[in-house]
């Protein structure tokens, strides 16, 4: 198996927001109304346009819950269900991800000793091949490693290596996914009425 390195398989990092801006703020709203168009080449054509960074083949499905959505980069033959997204920190999702309906990646948090209620945020990195499995959460300052696997509704606080499967609160490795060449594609799963 060919060993890529983390600039080769996974899209250039946004640098994380010091706090959330106006551009934020306004491309929040559109790909909210974006999100319940039909059409998936209509869909990526506009979430482009508002600052989206998309590959090729890449399917974002109908519902989909996009915040921040201009500090998003998603790589080629990556499939997106109807998860929630919060970028304000940064997201970078490499190639050929499964990410499943109901999961959610939060880049930011509050500092809940700070007299102002102070924002943080902290990017999220989701290599190639991996799977993020229905209701997984993903929190801010984690890298989903190469082909990891992350089961239903466990919830990711620490870094996850590279081809371990994961599940519980706080997620834990359970397994290990066996190393191979891996020959589908997320992103060429075309469900009716995208």
Known sequence: MEVKTRSESVPAMLPPRLRNT?????????????GRLHGLGLRLYLYRRIGMKIGSNVVIRRGVYLASPNELAVGAGTFIGRASLYCTGGVSI?????????????????????????????????????????????????????????????VVTHDIQPYSIVAGNPAKVVGERKRQQFEYVPGNYRPPFL
């Open 22 to 34: 106006k551009r934020s703020y306004l491309s929040t709203k559109l790909a909210y109304n974006i």
């Open 94 to 154: 490499g190639k050929n991800v499964n990410i499943s309906d109901g999961v959610v990646f939060i880049t930011a948090k509050h500092d809940v000793n700070s007299p102002k209620f102070e924002a943080e945020y902290e990017p999220i990195v989701v290599e190639d091949w991996a799977w993020l499995a229905t209701n997984a959460i993903i929190l801010g300052g984690v890298t989903v490693g190469e082909a990891a696997v992350v089961a239903a509704g466990a």
